[in-house]
């Protein structure tokens, strides 16, 4: 598919450049994000009549998992509420930019520029999941928490710090945007390197630098770029395009491949294996030693969920790239191979978070009639549904979403595996060496199956 630059259009330029929609959108999802934490702070205490619970962890998530991740890539990122209030104290402006506000404006420490940090927030979170998704106060309190930390970090680092190191919502997003079919790019590399004043970095009258610390001309992938946009605005070459392209498309890139995105993918994948088993699953036991929190079983719970997800997964998954080196006589090492191979996870886990969504949305959205009616569970029933019965939705055609979305996952990680292998070898070799990590990638599948399905 060849790439479309969607800023050629008159109407989408105007629409994507002007600061007026951005702020609009930006000022709404923070008002219901205040408004998700007030709720969750000092609403009703009960789960499903939340609407902290039930917009953030229903509603939100199925946005985000069954549209912008997988259309929009991080798109969500330019909109999202969490960094606004300590960006806008930093910038010491809403709207017009280059005005001098607050903040110590420090770099952050070299050591840390990667994404452990995100990953160790996001397993974190996770750990304590079943409790953050079934009480209010536990949600106030968490969403409350990101929104202190991003202020202060704004007020001590520069730019979106926070989104880029810590955000464990950002990490997976960034994670799964390489599939997307849009990107933010530069038109001509060449253009790029005769400008000496790099506004797209550093700002300009017209915008601030990049927000996420990334030089445009460099971009070869999603993962780090926010899709703000500021780019667009501070580019005096015209020299940055926003294209529509094939899907996938980050993950023929063999550079920039590290190893902390190569884990981000095994807890990504780890993580909706559990979570399926946890929420969806049949199995009691499971369900309340997750929800028992400091208790012998959820202790046993965390350590199992840890073990899965740092030990056994990428464990086997080593396994697979040491025997397909072996049967191929690869000659890379086995660390190199490994990161890699890691990205044929990609696809397979965003396939394994969307058939894991689609059931969980649509057993649980009609709880949104009853909280729209009774946002504080004070006995309001401001558009007559504050009664709405529970109803779980599609049951009949579900099943069949997911077998199509987890099949899909599946091929689209073998030929990635199959693409990744020909970058080195060709023919028989490239194709032995493929084939331990796409039976992997099947038992993988044929497990989400087990328990999302059967």
């Known amino acids: 598919m060849m790439r479309r630059d969607l800023l050629q259009i008159p109407i989408v330029r105007s629409a994507l450049v002007n600061r007026w929609p951005q702020l609009i959108l930006r000022t709404i999802a923070l008002s219901g994000f205040i408004f998700a934490i007030v709720t969750g702070l000092i609403g009703t205490s009960v789960g499903s009549h939340s609407f902290g619970i039930v917009f953030v962890w229903i509603a939100w998530w199925a946005v985000l998992m069954l549209i912008a991740v997988p259309f929009l890539g991080r798109g ?48 974190l979170v996770a750990l304590f999941s079943v409790v953050v998704l079934t009480q209010p106060s536990v949600t106030g309190i968490v969403l409350l928490a990101f929104l202190v930390i991003a202020i202060a970090t704004s007020a001590i680092f520069e730019r979106r710090v926070f989104c880029r190191y810590l955000c464990p919502v950002g990490g997976f997003i960034g994670l799964y945007s390489q599939l997307a079919p849009v990107e933010v790019r530069v038109k001509d590399i060449a253009v790029c390197a005769a400008h000496t004043e790099k506004t797209c970095y550093t700002g300009s009258a017209n915008g601030y630098g990049c927000p996420w610390l990334v030089f445009p001309g460099t971009l070869t992938k999603n993962t780090y770029c926010g ?39 095994f807890i990504m994948l780890g993580a909706a294996m559990i979570y399926s088993a946890v929420l969806l ?19 046993i719970y965390a350590l199992s969920f840890l073990a899965s997800i740092f030990v056994v997964l990428p464990g086997f998954f080593l396994v697979t790239v040491a025997i397909g080196n072996a049967l191929s006589k690869s000659k890379e090492t086995l660390k190199k191979t490994f990161i890699a191979f890691a990205y044929t996870l990609v696809p397979l886990g965003l396939a394994a978070w ?13 709880y949104l009639w009853p909280v729209m009616s009774d946002p504080l569970g004070q006995g309001w029933n401001l558009f007559g549904a504050a009664n709405a019965a ?65």
């Open 354 to 366: 969307i058939a894991f969504s689609i059931s969980f949305v649509f057993t649980n959205v009609s």
């Open 281 to 299: 699953g049949p199995w009691g036991a499971l369900k309340s030693a997750a929800y028992g929190v400091g208790t012998t079983p959820w202790l």
């Open 76 to 123: 969500w990122c330019s909109i999202c509420p969490i960094p606004i209030p300590g960006e806008w104290l930093q910038n010491g402006a809403v709207l017009g930019p280059q005005k001098k506000g607050l903040g110590l404006n420090r770099k952050w420490p070299k050591r840390l520029r990667n994404i452990w940090m995100q990953n160790m927030a996001f397993t």
């Open 390 to 454: 529970w109803t779980p939705y599609l049951t009949s055609i579900v099943p069949l979403l997911q077998t199509i979305v987890l099949l899909g996952g599946l091929a689209w990680a073998s030929i990635t595996a199959r693409r990744i292998a020909a970058e080195k070898q060709s023919g028989r070799s490239a194709t032995l060496q493929a084939l331990p990590v796409m039976s992997f990638c099947l038992i993988v599948t044929i497990g989400l199956m087990g328990l999302l399905i059967a």
């Open 227 to 265: 899709t703000c946009l500021e780019c667009v605005r501070t580019c005096s070459q015209d020299n940055i395009a926003f294209n529509v392209r094939a899907f996938g498309a980050d993950l023929k890139q063999p550079a920039g491949r590290k190893l902390d995105e190569a884990f981000k993918a």
